[in-house]
C-alpha cells in the first residue's frame, strides 16, 4: 500500500503570546494541516506526537483535539521524532492499526527558556564538565571533521549563508537580510568552532502532517505526496559514546530509505537536511551519499546548496534562519511536501519530484531519513 | 541490588584511580561503568591519553573552558577537561595524563 502525506501545516510561528502553550501551538497546527486536506478531526484515529514539554504528547493532543484514536505513538528521539513518526504512521496504516494518522508537535522553547523546556537528564560522566548541550556536542564533532579532513570555519559559514539565502524569500522566517560569510565568522564564539550565526534559532512553533493511504489522499482537497521510502538509525545517546564523531547513523538510514524507496542520490530534487548547527547538513551530505566523507565542506562551497545552486538545500530556511522550535524534523517534513506540490512561491524548485527530509535527534544520536515524491511518483 | 557502577568509578577517583571495565568475551575495553554484560572486570587505567577533540564553551560573565574528549590509551574514551592550557591552546592529537580535582577526572598536558 503506498502511503502519502495528505495535509501539513504550521501553527503561528516565531515568538509566542505569553501563556501560551506547547500544546495550544501543537493543536493549532493539527487543526490546520487537517483543514489543508479537508478533514475532520473525527476522521482521525491514529496520534503520532512528541514534545520535550509533552511528555505524554500523544494524550495531551487527543485531549485538545477531541481525538480519540486506536494506536498512537509517542517516540521521542529528539529532532529526528517526527521522520520516524512518518515511518510508524506508514507501518501503522499498513497494518490496519488506523487509517488517518495524525502526526505534531509543539513548543514554546522561546518563550519558557531553553533549559526549562528541554531539560536534559544528568550524565554523572559528563557533567562534571559542564558541557554547553547541545552545541558542545555537535562543536566537538565539527572540530574533528575539521582536524580530519581540513573543513573550514569559512565552509560552515556557507551552510548559514545558504540558509539566510532562502530564508529571505520565506515571508515566515524568523530571521531575514543579509548574511555573508564573515558575518558568520565575527558573530560570537559559543563553543569553538560553532559561533552564534552556526546554531540554530531559538522559537516557538509548531507543525502537522496528515497521512493515509495514497487512495484516499487522492479524494481530498490537496495534490497528495508519496512516502516513497523512511529508514531510521541511531547510534549512540551521549557524544562521548559516539562511535565516530564524524560518520553518523545517517549512513544507516539514508541507506535503508534509498532501498525502500529504490532511489538513489541522483533522483533527489530538493534536500531538507536537520540544520541545528552548520556542521550537520555537512555531515549529512557525506552520509547520505551525495559527496564523499570528508568533502562536505567543498560540496558547500560558492552557494551551491543556495538559491540557483545545482543542490537546493533548506529551501524554507532551515533551523539556522527560518524557525527553530526546539525540535525542527517536522518543519522539515512541512517544507518538503510544499516543494513537491509547487507552493512554495518565490522559493520553489522548478519541477521538483523527489524530496529528501532528514531528521536528526539527540546530539548526531538519532538519524531518520524519509523520501517523498510528488504526484508524477504514485 | 548490584552495586552502582558510577558510584564504583567515583570511589576510584576520589581515591585517585581511573577505573574502567573491561570485556573479556568481547575482549575491549567499555566505559561508562555499567552492569552488564556478565563478566565485565574493573581495570584501572594508566592514565594516559590523547586529545580526540575539543571545545571552548564560553559562557557570558565566565571564563572560557575547555571540554574534550579523552581517549585513553587502554582503549576507551571519556569527557573530560584539559587544565594547565588556555582553553583554545588545547590541540586534538596532544598528550594528556590524568589528575584529579575534587574527585573528578581531568586532564593535563603529559610531560
Given at each position: 500500500?503506498?502511503?502519502a502525506i495528505?495535509?501539513?501545516?504550521e501553527?503561528d510561528l516565531g ?6 502553550t506547547a500544546l495550544?501551538l501543537m ?10 486536506c479537508?478533514?475532520?478531526p473525527?476522521e482521525v484515529?491514529?496520534l503520532?506526537?512528541?514534545?520535550t514539554?509533552l511528555p505524554m504528547a500523544t494524550?495531551?493532543?487527543g ?5 480519540r484514536p486506536r494506536?498512537s505513538d509517542?517516540t521521542q528521539?529528539?529532532?529526528?521524532s517526527?521522520?520516524a ?6 507501518a501503522?496504516?499498513?497494518?490496519g492499526?488506523?487509517?488517518v494518522?495524525?502526526i505534531a ?15 536534559q537528564e544528568?550524565?554523572?560522566y559528563?557533567a562534571?564538565?559542564a558541557p554547553l548541550?547541545p ?10 571533521h575539521?582536524h ?6 569559512e565552509?560552515?559559514a ?10 529571505n524569500s520565506?515571508?515566515?522566517?524568523f530571521k531575514?537580510g543579509?548574511?555573508g560569510?564573515?558575518?558568520v565568522l ?6 569553538s ?17 496528515v497521512v ?7 479524494a481530498?482537497?490537496r495534490?497528495p505526496?508519496a512516502v516513497?521510502g523512511?529508514g531510521e538509525a541511531?547510534?549512540h545517546r ?5 562511535p565516530?564523531l ?5 549512513a544507516d538510514s539514508?541507506?535503508?530509505a534509498?532501498a525502500?524507496?529504490?532511489?538513489g ?5 530538493v534536500?531538507?537536511l ?5 556542521i550537520?547538513?555537512i ?18 562551497e560558492?552557494g551551491?546548496t543556495?538559491?540557483g545552486?545545482?543542490?537546493?538545500m ?5 533551523g539556522?534562519s527560518y524557525q527553530?522550535p526546539g525540535m525542527y524534523?517536522l518543519?522539515a517534513i512541512?517544507e518538503?511536501?510544499r ?9 520553489q524548485?522548478a519541477?521538483?519530484?523527489v524530496?529528501?527530509?532528514h531528521?536528526?535527534g539527540?546530539v548526531?544520536?538519532?538519524q531518520?531519513?524519509?523520501?517523498l515524491g510528488?504526484?508524477?511518483?504514485f | 541490588?548490584s ?9 576510584g577517583?576520589r581515591a585517585?584511580?581511573?577505573?574502567y ?5 568481547a575482549?575491549?575495553a567499555?566505559f561508562?561503568?555499567r552492569?552488564?554484560?556478565?563478566g ?5 587505567s ?6 580526540h577533540s575539543?571545545t571552548?564553551?564560553h559562557?557570558?560573565g565566565e ?7 579523552i581517549?585513553l590509551?587502554?582503549?576507551f574514551r571519556?569527557m573530560s ?7 583554545d ?6 598528550r ?5 580535582e575534587?574527585?573528578v577526572p ?6
Amino acid at each position: 500500500m503506498t502511503i502519502a502525506i495528505a495535509g501539513v501545516a504550521e501553527s503561528d510561528l516565531g515568538a509566542a503570546a505569553p501563556g501560551t502553550t506547547a500544546l495550544d501551538l501543537m493543536g493549532q497546527a493539527s487543526a490546520r494541516a487537517l483543514a489543508d486536506c479537508g478533514l475532520a478531526p473525527a476522521e482521525v484515529d491514529g496520534l503520532f506526537a512528541a514534545s520535550t514539554q509533552l511528555p505524554m504528547a500523544t494524550l495531551s493532543l487527543g485531549e485538545y483535539l477531541g481525538i480519540r484514536p486506536r494506536c498512537s505513538d509517542a517516540t521521542q528521539v529528539g529532532g529526528s521524532s517526527f521522520v520516524a513518526h512518518l515511518a510508524h504512521a506508514a507501518a501503522a496504516i499498513g497494518a490496519g492499526l488506523c487509517d488517518v494518522g495524525l502526526i505534531a508537535y509543539g513548543s514554546t522553547q522561546r518563550l519558557v527558556g531553553r533549559s526549562s523546556a528541554s531539560v536534559q537528564e544528568r550524565d554523572p560522566y559528563e557533567a562534571p564538565y559542564a558541557p554547553l548541550l547541545p552545541v558542545s556536542a555537535y562543536a566537538l564533532a565539527a572540530a574533528r571533521h575539521m582536524h580530519e579532513f581540513g573543513t573550514t570555519r569559512e565552509q560552515l559559514a556557507e551552510v548559514a549563508v545558504s540558509a539566510r539565502a532562502w530564508a529571505n524569500s520565506n515571508p515566515k522566517a524568523f530571521k531575514r537580510g543579509p548574511l555573508g560569510i564573515d558575518d558568520v565568522l565575527a558573530a560570537p564564539m559559543i563553543s569553538s568552532p560553532l559561533g552564534l550565526r552556526d546554531c540554530c534559532l531559538v522559537t516557538d512553533g509548531g507543525a502537522a502532517a496528515v497521512v493515509c493511504s495514497a487512495e484516499r489522499a487522492r479524494a481530498l482537497a490537496r495534490p497528495p505526496v508519496a512516502v516513497l521510502g523512511v529508514g531510521e538509525a541511531q547510534s549512540h545517546r551521549h557524544i562521548s559514546s559516539m562511535p565516530d564523531l564524524v560518520r553518523t547513523a545517517a549512513a544507516d538510514s539514508g541507506a535503508r530509505a534509498f532501498a525502500r524507496a529504490g532511489l538513489g542520490p541522483g533522483d533527489v530534487d530538493v534536500l531538507q537536511l536537520y540544520d541545528a548547527f552548520t556542521i550537520t547538513p555537512i555531515l549529512f551530505l557525506e552520509d547520505l551519499g551525495f559527496c564523499a566523507k570528508g568533502e562536505g565542506g567543498a560540496f558547500v562551497e560558492g552557494g551551491r546548496t543556495a538559491p540557483g545552486g545545482p543542490v537546493p538545500m533548506n529551501t524554507n530556511g532551515g533551523g539556522l534562519s527560518y524557525q527553530h522550535p526546539g525540535m525542527y524534523g517536522l518543519l522539515a517534513i512541512v517544507e518538503a511536501v510544499r516543494q513537491l506540490r509547487g507552493e512554495s512561491g518565490d522559493r520553489q524548485v522548478a519541477g521538483a519530484e523527489v524530496a529528501l527530509v532528514h531528521g536528526d535527534g539527540g546530539v548526531l544520536s538519532s538519524q531518520c531519513t524519509a523520501l517523498l515524491g510528488g504526484p508524477a511518483t504514485f | 541490588m548490584s552495586a552502582s557502577p558510577a558510584e564504583r568509578f567515583a570511589a576510584g577517583c576520589r581515591a585517585g584511580r581511573l577505573d574502567y571495565q573491561w570485556d573479556p568475551v568481547a575482549g575491549r575495553a567499555v566505559f561508562y561503568p555499567r552492569l552488564v554484560p556478565d563478566g565485565l572486570q574493573w581495570r584501572t587505567s594508566a592514565g594516559l591519553g590523547t586529545v580526540h577533540s575539543t571545545t571552548t564553551v564560553h559562557v557570558r560573565g565566565e571564563p572560557p573552558r575547555n571540554v574534550a574528549l579523552i581517549d585513553l590509551d587502554e582503549g576507551f574514551r571519556m569527557m573530560s577537561r584539559v587544565r594547565g592550557l588556555e582553553p583554545d591552546d588545547v590541540r586534538i592529537g596532544l598528550r594528556v595524563r590524568v589528575a584529579f580535582e575534587d574527585g573528578v577526572p581531568v586532564f593535563e598536558a603529559a610531560p
